[in-house]
């Protein structure tokens, strides 16, 4: 089976609310899917997006093309990099929760990623965009456990 996948995050302040758009297109079908958070970095909606679509995929060993705005997702798979922060625990590397959770899954698929350029008339993209920020701007903001967790345990305290 042949998936397009078309994902989105924003943030509104990086920190702040945030949300994910996501569209999926196989043959004559589709589905789109946005969730919003109360407190969350640009960075993880993006990842969040991939993952949560991969995770929609219920045929395993399906092929997937994941087009993405996002350098920080496509780059950290498409380069590698990814492969080596798990070979060293994501030591000192940011959101170790979803980069887990999407290896777990990635592993199951035939995935690969297209970086597309944000806000340049690309339909499908312009549409996860959307999704996003209406997720974003929503009233059901969901907690993003384990960013606040993080946040609560940081060094990063004025005094």
Known sequence: MSITVYTDGSAKGNPGNGGYGVVMISGQYRKELKQGFRLTTNNRMELLAVIVALENI???????????????????????????????????????DLWIRFL????????????????????????????????????????????EDSIENSDSSLF
């Not at 219920?58 to 590698?80: F, L, N, P, Q, R």
């Not at 990814?82 to 060293?88: A, I, L, M, P, R």
């Not at 944000?118 to 059901?140: F, I, M, S, T, W």
């Open 58 to 96: 219920k045929t395993k060993g399906s092929t997937i093309a994941i087009y993405s705005d996002s350098k920080y997702v496509v780059d950290a798979v498409e380069k590698k990099w990814v492969f080596g922060w798990e070979k060293k625990n994501f030591n000192k590397k940011k959101n170790p």
């Open 104 to 147: 777990k899954i990635y592993r199951k698929q035939k995935v690969s990623f297209i970086w597309v350029k944000g806000h340049a008339d690309n339909k499908e993209n312009e549409r996860c965009d959307v999704l996003a920020v209406q997720a974003a701007d929503g009233k059901n903001l969901q907690l993003d456990q384990w960013y």
